[in-house]
T-cell receptor
Framework: GENVEQHPSTLSVQEGDSAVIKCTYS??????FPWYKQELGKGPQLIID?????GEKKDQRIAVTLNKTAKHFSLHITETQPEDSAVYFCAATSGTYKYIFGTGTRLKVLA | DTAVSQTPKYLVTQMGNDKSIKCEQN?????MYWYKQDSKKFLKIMFS???????INETVPNRFSPKSPDKAHLNLHINSLELGDSAVYFCASSLSGPTDTQYFGPGTRLTVL
């Protein structure tokens, strides 16, 4: 069945360093890939997304890359700040209304 | 002016009880969803409604019944609550299409004792 693997499960970086989270999807028909940030006690919030006709997208310190051939996509956060600490989820969908979520990455930015 | 709101935020109840969680969105979206997040933070879709019609019904016990009185509301009713139902339940909405971005509510933490 459809599956999204996400790595690493936890990630600690020093403030100012970069963080990279990687996801691999199984359904080759997947065509939309959002990334969500979930802070403690809150719902997931969309931070960036990418569609299958684009290889890379950037929004200030956050970027997402997509490799359709390898079926993987990555989230890159540069110049990390303590407020970036949260759980990050990737997701993939193939146009069925159903998002398949990764298992989450707990990011800790150490001041 | 919260986009997707849920009530209550916390719900503590005994096994065997029946409870409801309400969700409302003021984004003008046509599609709404219910997700369950377990203790390991895994997010899994339960139901989805588009224009008040059920379009996704994952393998969820019959004790869970969603109801959509109008496009802006999707409520979740749970009968005969069990310990394993303890989780955080998130409502979400999206504009209309199958790959439109989903916007999540703040969640309802359900604890079954």
């Amino acid at each position: 069945g459809e599956n999204v693997e996400q790595h690493p499960s936890t990630l600690s970086v020093q403030e100012g360093d970069s963080a990279v989270i990687k996801c691999t999807y199984s359904d080759s028909a997947s065509n939309y890939f959002p990334w969500y940030k979930q802070e403690l006690g809150k719902g997931p919030q969309l931070i960036i997304d990418i569609r299958s006709n684009v290889g890379e997208k950037k929004d200030q310190r956050i970027a997402v890359t997509l490799n359709k051939t390898a079926k993987h996509f990555s989230l890159h956060i540069t110049e990390t700040q303590p407020e970036d600490s949260a759980v990050y989820f990737c997701a993939a969908t193939s146009g069925t209304y159903k998002y398949i979520f990764g298992t989450g990455t707990r990011l800790k930015v150490l001041a | 002016d919260t986009a997707v709101s849920q009530t209550p935020k916390y719900l503590v109840t005994q096994m065997g009880n029946d409870k409801s969680i309400k969700c409302e969105q003021n984004l003008g979206h046509d599609t709404m969803y219910w997700y369950k997040q377990d203790s390991k933070k895994f997010l899994k879709i339960m139901f989805s409604y588009n224009n008040k019609e059920l379009i996704i019904n994952e393998t969820v016990p019959n004790r869970f019944s969603p109801k959509s009185p109008d496009k802006a509301h999707l409520n979740l009713h749970i009968n005969s609550l069990e310990l394993g139902d303890s989780a955080v339940y998130f409502c979400a909405s999206s504009l209309s299409g199958p790959t439109d971005t989903q916007y999540f509510g703040p969640g309802t933490r359900l604890t079954v004792l």
